[in-house]
């Protein structure tokens, strides 16, 4: 009876990993950066500014307990599965061969034997067979369900947020033009008014958004990821030249660097929830934002205040005792110091690979050109298919090195400034501990004026020296606070940034090998074309 086997083998098909796993991503070397895909916002159940904390029923489940509960829970439903097929296989067969058993005597002719014996086994098999795909075909899509979203019983925690920045125009004329980009949402959080809104944004805006979440969350030791630094001279290329190559290069830079940034923003869940965040992608106009200007009085004011900050730091000597912090700081430093390297060498790499490309396309104008001049058919043919083949490398070449730099330069840039705002949360750390620790020396010196007053016997000034040293000892409780609750957020933070980092540069060397690849079987598929080409030369 092959129905006593076929669920065992279906049911074993079903519990491989293989008929889970989802496709990988089509990635495409040609394509002006990485595409831009929803944000899954997965956040640490012990983070206080968890914005998904009540809609998950999960919280007290650590995530690989989780996942191991839900892999046993798989594999515990496909032996049930099977074992209640065959049983259900036999048990049918069983009530056939009964049924059969009765027909002897109940038929008189051999005809209706055979047909009656015909007709019982194939329908209850087909009935059998529709139960089992019933049953299999739902068990599989509850399998699919919970392998691609890791959690059926946390689903509702994972809830996603699109932005895309695909559009932008110029507007007004010649030094005084400025580009608006169209950014587009789409989300089913449910902070947002409407599941998909599309609004537009000048440069300025997004620097503005920067500098007002930098205001307010980095004191409180906030990693806010940093907006893309402005450019004077490039903005100008634009604007002289609309359609020079260099400038449609510089402003498609610009607007993948403007979505990644709304991106990390939108991930992190206390910027999201920022009233400043939700006007900026959901309010049709936004008050300009004069202060963003590079040689306005409000720019040079910056300038001061971050010489004075470079100053303050090299005057302040924190003794640290934490060694933690310490010995993320000087991982830091020395990351720091080694994107750079990495960036500048990525870099030079890209304008290798566009001088290749041209070099390239020059070799195959040259080998076309003496093709059309030689006299000899064979080798005429072999020159000119020779040109076809370094024009399609030349192609090849210019996509490499647009993945060179969207998807390898790009990340680097953005995280060696993403380091830099996360150096700057830990020089916050230490403006508060000497904040703190001037209170503490202010409090020192009320009580020493205190005892003073004590001892000259000068009661009318006492109280007011009792009541000052009361405020400054609010103040140093205060302060001692304020450092702890920053300690704590810089330790979340900086472990929400070291998962993101590495999941971000798994991503893209991912992507960047796979460009690689499909360029070096590209090479080898093109040559082994004109290889037959250049043998039949005689």
Not at 123 to 141: E, M
Request: hydrophobic fraction near 40%; charge should be negative.
């Amino acid at each position: 009876m092959w129905f006593s086997w076929s669920p065992v083998a279906w049911c074993c098909l079903v519990s491989s990993p293989e008929a889970a796993r989802l496709s990988a991503e089509d990635i495409s070397p040609s394509s002006n950066g990485p595409k831009a895909e929803p944000v899954l916002l997965d956040d640490d159940p012990d983070d206080p500014d968890d914005l998904f904390a009540g809609l998950t029923s999960c919280e007290s489940i650590e995530l690989s307990k989780c996942y191991q509960e839900q892999d046993i829970y798989s594999y515990t439903v496909c032996v049930c599965v099977c074992v209640y097929i065959t049983f259900l296989s036999i048990l049918i067969n069983f009530y056939v061969c009964v049924c059969m058993y009765m027909c002897i005597y109940i038929y008189i002719y051999i005809y209706i034997y055979i047909y009656a014996f015909i007709y019982l086994y194939v329908f209850f098999h087909i009935y059998l067979f529709v139960c089992f795909l019933f049953i299999y075909t739902l068990f599989y899509i509850i399998y699919l369900f919970i392998k691609i979203d890791h959690s059926f019983l946390c689903i509702c925690a994972h809830m996603s947020i699109l932005i895309v920045i695909n559009f932008f125009v110029f507007l007004g004329d010649g030094m005084n033009a400025y580009m608006v980009y169209k950014v587009l949402t789409k989300t089913s959080l449910s902070i947002f008014s409407r599941d998909e809104v599309c609004v537009k944004r000048r440069f300025s805006d997004f620097l503005g958004l920067h500098s007002k979440l930098a205001s307010k969350y980095m004191h409180m030791g906030y990693i806010v990821p940093p907006a893309p630094e402005k450019s004077i001279v490039g903005m100008t290329k634009v604007k002289v030249g609309k359609e020079d190559l260099s400038s449609v290069e510089f402003v498609e830079k610009r607007r993948s660097a403007l979505e990644r940034y709304l991106l990390r923003t939108v991930k992190h869940p206390a910027l999201l929830k920022d009233p400043d965040v939700l006007q900026f992608l959901e309010s049709s106009e936004l008050p300009r934002a004069v202060s963003t200007q590079a040689l306005s009085g409000a720019g040079i004011l910056r300038m001061v205040n971050k010489a004075a900050d470079a100053v303050n730091k090299m005057t302040i000597k924190m003794n640290e005792s934490d060694a933690w912090f310490e010995e993320k700081q000087q991982q830091f430093d020395n990351l720091d110091v080694q994107l750079r390297k990495l960036h500048a060498s990525v870099e030079s790499l890209v304008c290798h690979r566009r001088e290749l490309s041209v070099n390239t396309a020059s070799f195959a104008k040259s080998a076309a050109m003496l093709g059309n001049s030689e006299d000899h058919t064979a080798l005429s043919r072999a020159l000119s298919q020779l040109a076809e083949v370094e024009e399609k490398i030349d192609q090849l070449h210019q996509d490499q090195a647009c993945a060179d730099f969207y998807l390898i330069s790009e990340l680097l840039g953005d995280y060696v400034r993403l380091i830099t705002a996360v150096k700057g949360v830990f020089d916050q750390r230490m403006k508060t501990w000497a904040k703190c620790q001037d209170a503490q020396v202010m409090l020192q010196r009320k009580r020493e004026a205190e005892a003073k007053l004590q001892h000259a016997n000068k009661p009318d000034k006492l109280q007011q020296a009792k009541d000052e040293i009361r405020e400054w000892e609010g103040k140093v409780q205060q302060g001692e606070r304020d450092f702890e609750q920053i300690s704590k957020n810089i330790r979340r933070e900086v472990g929400r940034f070291e998962k993101d980092r590495v999941k971000d540069f798994r991503v893209v060397i991912i992507k960047y090998l796979e460009s690689l690849v499909h360029t070096q079987q590209q090479l080898i598929k093109y040559w082994e074309a004109f290889l037959p080409e250049a043998k039949a030369i005689a």
